[in-house]
């Protein structure tokens, strides 16, 4: 049997079975990257749920696996040369987990940095811009008197979405499936956040989202998918 005792976090949150991928994590658009990932490609896996509104995440046992503490976090006893590998950041386990199946990812170089690209356009872009207006619009931001930062991260959204929706779009001018043309974790990266925005967030009508048929289309194939339905509720919540 595997034994990662010399991890910290599985003091915190013991791994019932310890030969299996460990997930620490949360179902929020972040968190669901991995949990759609692992329901996709079929590796086994143990999900942990870190209850942030607990301050979990900032307690000792997290942060020795991930100093930043934030969610998702991975400890894969089956790592690299067979050693356990600790990993976070959502789009850093994206690509561990792609290169270590050999799914979701191209192995041609040209389209594997392509699709490696837009993971990054959701990371730097799509996820910053539409969690700080899903701050300003209907959480503790929605508030604040001065509108101009909210309106701020709602232009910026419209145009990040506008971005995507031309990506969806083929040279003919008729949509394509997926970011890539085949499904990818480009898209399991940006999925939970377009779903966020426009369901969580309640930001659909103040970006316009109806102007964005092919965003919405795209959207709708996503979450009908199983892997995704199955990890949009991983971890479950207690």
Known sequence: MTDLSAFPITTRWPARHPDRLQLYSLNTPNGVKVSIMLEEIGLP???????????????????????????????????????????????????????????????????????????????????????????????????????????????????????????LANDAGTPRDWIMGDYSIADVAALGWVRNLVG???????????????VAAWLERGLARPAVQRGLEIPARP
């Open 45 to 167: 896996y143990e999900p942990h749920f870190v209850d942030i509104t607990k301050n979990e995440t900032w307690g000792p046992e997290f942060l020795s696996l991930n100093p930043n503490g934030k969610i998702p976090a991975i400890l894969d006893p089956n790592g690299p040369d067979g050693r356990p590998l600790a990993l976070f950041e959502s789009g850093a386990i994206l690509l561990y987990l792609a290169e270590k199946t050999g799914r979701l990812l191209s192995t041609d170089p040209a389209e594997r940095y392509q699709t490696i690209q837009w993971v990054m356009f959701q990371m730097a872009a799509i996820g910053p811009m539409f969690g700080q207006l899903g701050f300003f619009h209907r959480f503790a931001g929605k508030d604040y008197e001065d509108k101009r930062p909210r309106d701020r991260y709602v232009a910026e959204s419209r145009r990040l979405l506008g971005v995507l929706n031309d990506r």
């Open 200 to 214: 969580f967030y309640e930001a659909g009508e103040i970006v316009g989202f109806q102007d964005f048929a092919n």
